[in-house]
């Protein structure tokens, strides 16, 4: 009878969590979704300690202090700019988790007279291998977009032939938890295993790519989740693991549409510019115009309609509460102003509406690229801020450009284009980007922040 | 047997749930959702728990407190902050 109740409670719990992603989906029953998924978890943790397979709760509750500690200190502490290394730390902690649960799982099935099932240690090995790779390629990630670990593609030679090599070797040991779970070392051996892979897989995997990988390492975390359902026999733990195994699949694949790269090209393959594509220099060469804010500021008094298109580099400087200002104060002369939002714009899914919802910017105003496109030639002026390859015209233009076919925000078919940036340097895909050279674009070189304030500056005195 | 195609039905069912759910998830709420579903996620908390709390051998005890641990990092955080983030997306509307 007890079982009948918690196994009720457990189902409760995983509707919850149902209409909690359901409430997810859309911005005015966003936060009540949120908390019905923390509800859903209260209800799952709350009946769970009703079980009277538990001895003891001070081990339980010291973890829980603990975790609970350090997590809400996270969440409050952590700076919006941040969010996508927090991101990825807390789904490497639900890995990990997923991981441990597996393997002291497996040390009790093993410890009575009884052998396993095969369902426990198929699952208990699938759960240590995705738990192991989702903590350390989570871990990466968090070092890469922190700035501790170069950001950009670290390759080696024989790098893939290695991948594939201790893939095999964790698919081997895998093997082995299954025929002799009684053998302690072997699970521990393909969790270090697993880990190496998991640090080798994301290494080589550069700055603006990250989206994708952050979106991937979130479902492989509702992936471990589920394993550890199936070790646990616990539906709460299948079912919830799938449906964020199944959300973050879904955002891998929109943010690969969204590079117009297959998934195995983002993970294996290597972004570098063409040959004979043309150089820096051919492409800017006696032909890139640059401005001063009190000039662009006179452009934004003549418009009607301006579109501001926000890149990683917006995130750098923290632009995003000038940037707003910038646009109130258009608004407030009657001039038009929304924002055009790239699906990879920075460094995780939904990076710069978190960005422009934290300096206050009414959602209305955020376009997608394939609603703000077809208008873009009535646009007077389109500021970019810290963006360089979404905007690059060579994706519509250069078949043989490693950004062919990506799709873009078509700012050169503005009437001006004012980018903000530090230099020409080139983006994450190490290319020139012919838009900087055009006849309407003008350069505004300078730190996204302080070109930002002049321009309001400069707005004031006209 | 039974349970395990049990078992798997649940998965798959639940995987064709979750498609379903979020297909049409707008750009501007990729972040909290990712965060959201994240702090789900943590739902392997449970099973932390009863590690944790049956201690039936040490080691399993010490492995079940860093999984409740890492678990509740999971959990707490990542409610939290998706919360955090979304009164930032509800206040001005």
Redesign the interface.
């Known amino acids: 009878m007890a079982d009948f109740f918690l196994n009720v409670g457990y189902l409760l719990a995983a509707v919850l969590f149902i209409f909690g992603l359901k409430g997810l989906t859309h911005p005015r029953t966003a936060v009540r979704g949120n908390l019905l998924g923390a509800c859903g978890m209260l209800l799952a943790v709350g009946i769970t300690l009703t079980d009277q397979h538990i001895v003891s709760f001070q081990v339980i509750l010291v973890g829980l202090v603990v975790g609970a500690t350090i997590g809400a200190v996270l969440a409050i502490k952590i700076q919006m700019t941040a969010m996508p290394e927090l991101v990825a730390l807390f789904n490497g902690f639900g890995g990990i988790a997923s991981a441990l649960v597996a393997g002291a799982a497996l040390i009790e099935s093993t410890s009575g007279s009884q052998l396993p099932t095969t369902q426990l240690t198929v699952a208990t090995a699938a759960s240590g291998l995705i738990g192991a790779v989702t903590f350390w390629g989570s871990l990466v990630a968090f070092g890469k977009l922190r700035g501790l670990i170069n950001e950009n593609a670290i390759l080696f030679s024989g790098q893939q032939l290695l991948n594939a090599a201790l893939g095999a070797i964790a698919l081997a040991i895998s093997a082995g938890v299954v025929i002799d779970p009684a053998n302690g070392i072997l699970y521990w051996l393909l969790v270090l295993v697993a880990s190496v892979l998991g640090i080798l897989l994301v290494i080589p995997i550069g700055g603006a790519d990250m989206p994708v990988v952050v979106a991937l390492l979130n479902s492989y975390s509702g992936l471990a989740a589920a394993a550890t359902g199936f070790v646990l026999t616990n539906n709460v733990l299948i079912i919830t693991g799938s449906l964020v195994g199944a959300s973050g699949l879904i955002l891998t694949q929109i943010m690969c549409k969204a590079m117009n790269r297959s998934l195995t090209n983002v993970l294996f393959g290597v972004l570098a510019p063409t040959e004979g594509g043309p150089t820096a220099d051919q492409v800017y060469t006696g032909r890139v115009k640059s401005a001063t804010p009190e000039e662009v500021a006179l452009l934004f008094d003549a418009a009607r309609r301006v579109v501001i298109v926000p890149g990683y580099g917006m995130a750098v400087s923290q632009a995003q509460h000038p940037v707003a200002n910038l646009a109130a104060l258009l608004k407030e002369r009657g001039i038009q102003v929304e924002y055009a939002i790239h699906p990879v714009a920075g460094r995780m899914p939904g990076h710069m509406n978190v960005l422009l919802a934290e300096a206050d910017v009414p959602y209305e105003d955020l376009k997608d690229m394939d609603e703000i496109n077809p208008t873009m030639d009535q646009v007077d002026v389109a500021l970019v801020i810290g963006a360089n390859d979404v905007v690059n015209p060579l994706a519509r233009t250069d078949p043989s450009s490693p950004i062919a076919g990506m799709p873009i925000i078509d700012v050169d078919k503005a009437k001006t284009v004012v980018i903000i940036k530090r230099s020409l340097s080139p983006g994450f895909a190490g290319i020139p980007n012919p838009l900087f050279a055009l006849d309407n674009a003008l350069m505004l070189f300078g730190d996204g922040k302080k070109m930002v304030l002049d321009i309001i500056a400069a707005l004031k005195e006209t | 047997m039974e349970?395990?195609i049990a078992?798997i039905t649940?998965?798959?069912l639940?995987?064709?749930?979750?498609?379903e759910?979020?297909?049409?998830?707008?750009?501007?709420?990729?972040?909290?959702?990712?965060?959201?579903?994240?702090?789900?996620?943590?739902?392997?908390?449970?099973?932390?728990?009863?590690?944790?709390?049956?201690?039936?051998?040490l080691?399993?005890?010490v492995?079940?407190?860093?999984?409740?641990?890492?678990?509740?990092?999971?959990?707490?955080?990542?409610?939290?902050?998706?919360?955090?983030?979304?009164?930032?997306?509800?206040?001005?509307?």
């Not at chain 2, 407190?65 to 001005?92: D, H, Q, S, W």
């Open positions: 349970t395990l078992s649940i998965f798959v639940a995987i064709f749930v979750g498609f759910i979020i297909t049409k998830i707008p750009p501007t709420l990729h972040t909290p959702l990712m965060s959201g579903s994240n702090a789900i996620s943590g739902i392997t908390l449970v099973g932390a728990i009863l590690s944790a709390g049956t201690q039936q051998t080691i399993t005890t492995l079940g407190f860093l999984a409740v641990v890492f678990a509740t990092i999971n959990v707490v955080g990542g409610f939290m902050v998706t919360n955090r983030m979304l009164e930032m997306f509800k206040k001005k509307s």
